[in-house]
């Protein structure tokens, strides 16, 4: 540390000021997005044509266009209360409360202290005088400023690191809403699914029930064998036995919507086992293109701050090869009586210049650079790697939406022809114009298109959500309940 006089003192204040003033540079690369080619178009668009007015993508609320009022609470309730995004939350909290904290750097440390002391020297330290002599008070008081003088940008890509840092985590926070998001919906979609199918497999029961009921009357009256009645009553148990699996899988997923919420497992099994119907599909979707997609997916936007944290990162390792200079100073009062104390003279003072520079220890500096690179290098393959995974992510949702909606329109007219054929082998059995094995066999590919029906239908649900969700909708900017760790001891 050189100690300077006052007037030198000045010299160097006003020096390094304008110096810092007018230093621009910052020694390491700058964040460059990254280039990313990407197809003009979807190869898997909507097959059917697009609204002449399509609302554009992402819908904050897309929940909303399945028009069902139990699913919209659901969602609402999981984006307050859901744990997973509290605790994203906090780790939001956590990467601004250190952005603060960095930005600080780029100002003076300024701290304040006072000291009081009675001491006594040993004999040895103090020869010849007696014991008394030795005794003495001190006491002193001061405020201490050091400021390093970011020349090189050392602090200034520090910042820069922690606020892309920040910039991602509030991207994670978004990124986790879509997927909770998207994880009620696809819940409840299924939930809704299985209750329809318990409805099939229930209605299917009963006509087989009363199929059996008529062999049964047959049988005593002498028309009918017992082979008949056998197979008529396998029929029926078969049936009955799809409803333990059906009602259990149903009963699983109202535990998870319940948990999803931030509830307990058993808090929705009331409202939520009622049977409801399937939800209606949404509006045909606008896909937009792959660009677009790029621009709006909060888990890209995430892994491009994280290269960009990791780019500046290269400059804070950087500045290390060059001095680093630091602006210290102190004003306070010292004597050796607490009344003499800030008297005039008990003032002391000092402004002084430090250089620490580490161009010895080189070797160590650039290994940390290199190490700082490696970390970009990963960062942005990372980033590669999102972008490459989003792209196959919405090509996927889009295919099975599109298809299943092709599925759908043929399952429909299935399940309309065998519950037609259905109706048709009963009334031909009654009049004796066919057999028994003919309506059984009516009934059960009955039951199997009203299942697959149902079944479609749901994947149709669960496919436009798929969609919504590639295409990154489903964050609306509704923050999760922060909890006060204070209040809950």
């Given at each position: ?24 540079c ?6 460059v ?8 178009r ?18 904050a609320d897309f ?127 299924e ?80 409202d ?10 949404p509006?045909?979707?606008d ?29 804070v ?8 200079f ?13 009344g ?43 980033y ?9 992510e ?22 309309e ?6 109706g ?30 149902a ?7 669960i ?6 969700k590639?295409m990154a ?17």
């Open positions: 540390m050189l100690e300077l006089n006052p007037v030198a003192a000045r010299r160097v204040l006003v020096a390094s000021v304008l110096t810092v003033a007018l230093a621009a910052m020694v390491g690369p700058d964040h997005r990254p280039s990313t080619p990407v197809a003009a979807f190869v898997h668009e909507p097959a059917e044509p697009l609204t002449l007015a399509p609302q554009p993508l992402p819908d929940w909303n266009t399945f028009d069902d009022p139990s699913l919209t609470h659901l969602v609402d309730e999981a984006l307050l209360a859901n744990h997973d995004l509290r605790i994203a939350l906090t780790r939001f909290d956590r990467a601004n409360a250190l952005l603060r904290g960095a930005g600080f750097d780029r100002f003076p440390t300024v701290t304040a202290g006072a000291e009081g002391a009675d001491a006594r020297a040993s004999a040895d330290q103090a020869p010849g005088l007696a014991r008394g002599e030795r005794d003495g008070e001190r006491y002193s008081a001061g405020i201490e400023m050091a400021w390093e003088l970011d020349l090189f940008g050392r602090v200034r890509r520090g910042v820069e690191s922690q606020r892309a840092e920040a910039a991602a985590s509030a991207a994670d926070l978004a990124a986790l809403q879509v997927a909770i998001v998207a994880e009620v919906g696809r819940s409840y979609i939930l809704r699914g299985l209750q329809e199918r318990l409805r099939v497999a229930r209605g299917n029961a009963s006509n087989q029930r009363e199929t059996l009921r008529i062999v049964q009357a047959r049988l005593d009256a002498g028309s009918a064998t017992g082979f008949d009645r056998a197979r008529a009553s396998a029929q029926l148990e078969a049936t009955l036995a799809r409803v333990p699996a059906l009602e259990a899988e149903a009963a699983v997923l109202i535990h998870r919507l319940a948990v999803l919420a931030g509830k307990t497992p058993g808090a929705l099994a009331v939520l086992a009622r049977p409801a119907g399937l939800p209606a599909l509006t045909p979707i896909p937009g293109t792959p660009g677009e997609l790029l621009r709006r997916r909060p888990d890209i936007a995430a892994a491009e701050q994280r290269l960009h944290a990791a780019t500046a990162r290269i400059g390792a950087t500045a290390d090869l060059f001095p680093r630091t602006l210290g100073g102190l004003i306070g009062s010292q004597a050796i009586d607490a003499d104390l800030f008297e005039r003279d008990s003032e002391t003072r000092l402004v002084a210049l430090g250089i620490d520079w580490s161009f010895l220890d080189v070797g160590r500096v650039r290994a940390r650079i290199a190490a700082a690179n490696a970390d970009a290098a990963g960062e942005l393959a990372r590669q790697k999102t972008v490459a995974l989003a792209l196959e919405s090509e996927n949702a889009l295919v099975r939406y599109r298809n299943t909606r092709i599925e759908d329109s043929h399952l429909q007219q299935a399940a022809d065998s519950t037609r054929a259905a048709l082998a009963r009334l031909r059995y009654d009049a004796g114009a066919t057999g028994l094995l003919e309506v059984l066999d009516a009934e059960r590919t009955r039951l199997q298109a009203q299942d697959a029906l079944d479609v239908r749901t994947r149709a649900a496919a436009a959500i798929a969609v919504y590639a909708g489903g964050w609306p900017s509704r923050i999760p309940v922060r909890e006060d760790v204070a209040s809950t001891r």
